[in-house]
């Protein structure tokens, strides 16, 4: 038996991510991350799926794309089995990735897929949910589990929405705005977990 320290279940990185070592990021250099975000274990994050850029005809001046495929907030938690892809279409003839952001503060919920456009500030996913094709989330947004979002719905700030398809069911009450903060489930996980504050 070995006398060195075990490596912990998660990567730390400078700037506070936790990253499980069995989560799978592909493509890793089109993935930016804000900080303070926990990715467990079977997440799947396709950052393979980028923008390409087309040829150009001129030589060398013209400007970089941008080669981001997802970016993601702070105190995000992308929950066990979550997967996010980029959405892609068909743009001048030619099948295109384009790219997909989460904002602060986003609740992906254990085996949801998202390929949404833009999730906003301060959102719950639930669990088992599909966020399709270039749906958008705006800000204080809760998802039940099980909703499925079709592609290109844009779901207004402060509301509850369920069902297959989804439908805005109900609004967040004024005041409920805390239960999206994640800072404190962010403690509650990585290689030195705190209990959870009374």
Same mark, same amino acid.
């Given at each position: +038996? #070995?006398?060195?320290?075990?490596?912990?279940?998660?990567?730390?990185?400078?700037?506070?991510?936790?990253?499980?070592?069995?989560? %799978?990021?592909?493509?890793?250099?089109?993935?930016?991350?804000?900080?303070?975000?926990?990715?467990?274990?079977?997440? +799947?994050?396709?950052?393979?799926?980028?923008?390409? =850029?087309?040829?150009?005809?001129?030589?060398? #001046?013209?400007?970089?794309?941008?080669?981001? #495929?997802? =970016?993601? %907030?702070?105190?995000?938690?992308?929950?066990?089995?979550?997967?996010?892809?980029?959405?892609?279409? +068909?743009?001048?003839?030619? *099948?295109?990735? +384009?790219?997909?952001?989460?904002?602060?503060?986003?609740?992906?919920?254990?085996?949801?897929?998202?390929?949404?456009?833009?999730?906003?500030?301060?959102?719950?996913?639930?669990?088992?949910?599909?966020?399709?094709? *270039?749906?958008?989330?705006?800000?204080?947004?809760?998802?039940?589990?099980?909703?499925?979002?079709? #592609?290109?719905?844009?779901?207004?700030?402060?509301?509850?929405?369920?069902?297959?398809?989804?439908?805005?069911?109900?609004?967040?009450?004024? %005041? %409920?705005?805390?239960? *999206?903060?994640?800072?404190?489930?962010?403690?509650?996980?990585?290689?030195?977990?705190?209990?959870?504050?009374?």
């Amino acid at each position: +038996m #070995s006398r060195r320290p075990a490596k912990g279940e998660y990567i730390e990185t400078d700037t506070g991510n936790k990253i499980a070592r069995k989560a %799978g990021l592909v493509g890793t250099q089109n993935i930016m991350l804000g900080g303070k975000t926990v990715i467990q274990p079977a997440v +799947m994050i396709r950052g393979d799926l980028v923008r390409t =850029a087309p040829p150009s005809s001129s030589s060398g #001046s013209a400007a970089p794309t941008s080669t981001t #495929s997802v =970016a993601i %907030g702070r105190y995000c938690f992308l929950a066990r089995g979550a997967l996010l892809r980029p959405p892609a279409r +068909m743009h001048k003839g030619v *099948f295109t990735y +384009m790219p997909l952001r989460l904002g602060d503060h986003v609740f992906v919920g254990q085996g949801s897929v998202v390929q949404a456009a833009t999730v906003g500030n301060h959102v719950h996913i639930g669990k088992g949910c599909a966020i399709n094709e *270039f749906a958008i989330i705006r800000d204080y947004v809760k998802v039940l589990d099980g909703t499925i979002v079709p #592609s290109g719905m844009v779901i207004p700030s402060f509301s509850i929405v369920a069902g297959r398809p989804a439908r805005v069911v109900g609004e967040i009450p004024e %005041g %409920g705005h805390e239960e *999206f903060e994640l800072r404190e489930m962010y403690k509650t996980v990585g290689n030195n977990p705190q209990p959870p504050a009374p």
